[in-house]
């Protein structure tokens, strides 16, 4: 096809991407879905023109620039598609996720709203450049959906998407349950706790791809007993001190909040009715 319609999915982490990719994109008729997997072969797939309708879909967080750069210098007249989730709620599941992996820094030292002197910098987390990047590199303005929305409703952000790409699917086959439910607190302290001792952490130091493989195969082997014998610990074992403190999490929440106001905003008006 000389002129194929592109939706594109620009996932961000830890915003149900996972969700859509496996439980909700599959079951879309009418559009030929690329999976995440495919992702490196998107461009050359809607090249070879076999279908005039394409979903890709793909989850970027510090990458998303430099990742909508490439495609967009391919197919330019893609229609975007984002999800973001509220700043507090949002860095809080970053962080669990790098503990989950075996990280051992705190919650400032991994975003430091105050002083910027994280891991993670403080733009990396502005919502409203976010969809500037979008609107510079494609022709098309993107569909912007909410993460709460969706945890509340999911359904009727399905059918935005479906109606924003123009398909059809059966609400019968889709799954509404939480399948990817998250760790636990006390979970997430215990293996905080065991990774400071023992290192729980994938590494690609060496050259030797078979040293990495196996080294993370032993991490995974490790980690993934540990979180299911914490979960089974009773809670008197574990410090009454949460692993993010409801101040750091307000003080992102108040960073932000002129951005969220923004994004929303921006939602309000760009969104086409559907």
């Known amino acids: 096809m000389a002129n194929p319609e592109i939706y594109f999915h620009v996932g961000l982490g830890k915003t149900a991407s996972t969700y859509l990719q496996m439980d909700v994109f599959p079951k879309f008729n009418n559009i030929h879905y690329i999976h995440t997997n495919k992702y490196k072969k998107a461009k050359e797939i809607i090249a070879e023109g076999k279908y005039d309708h394409y979903l890709v879909s793909r989850e970027f967080d510090r990458q998303l620039e430099d990742e909508v750069r490439k495609f967009s210098s ?34 400032t030292e991994y975003f430091d709203v105050i002083n910027n002197k994280g891991i993670w910098d403080r733009s990396e987390a502005d919502f409203h450049n976010k969809l500037m990047i979008l609107e510079k590199y494609f022709t098309k303005k993107p569909l912007v959906l909410f993460y709460e929305d969706l945890r509340t409703d999911q359904l009727m952000v399905i059918d935005k998407i479906a109606q924003f790409t123009k398909i059809t699917y059966n609400k019968s086959n889709i799954s509404t349950s939480k399948n990817h439910s998250s760790y636990s607190e006390k979970q997430l302290k215990g293996i905080k706790r065991v990774a400071k001792i023992i290192p729980l952490k994938k590494s690609y130091k060496s050259k030797i791809k078979v040293i990495n493989f196996f080294h993370n195969l032993g991490v995974s082997v490790l980690r993934y007993p540990l979180l299911y014998f914490f979960k089974l610990m009773p809670n008197r074992f574990f410090t009454k001190e949460p692993l993010i403190d409801k101040k750091q999490l307000e003080e992102v929440r108040d960073y932000f909040a002129s951005d969220w106001d923004k994004v929303k905003q921006y939602a309000e008006k760009n969104n086409p009715p559907l």
Not at 78 to 96: C, E, K, N
């Open 74 to 107: 391919k197919y330019p007249d893609t229609h975007p598609i984002i999800i973001l989730r509220r700043h507090d709620g949002w860095m809080a599941s970053q962080y669990r996720r790098q503990v989950k992996n075996g990280n051992t820094y705190s919650f």
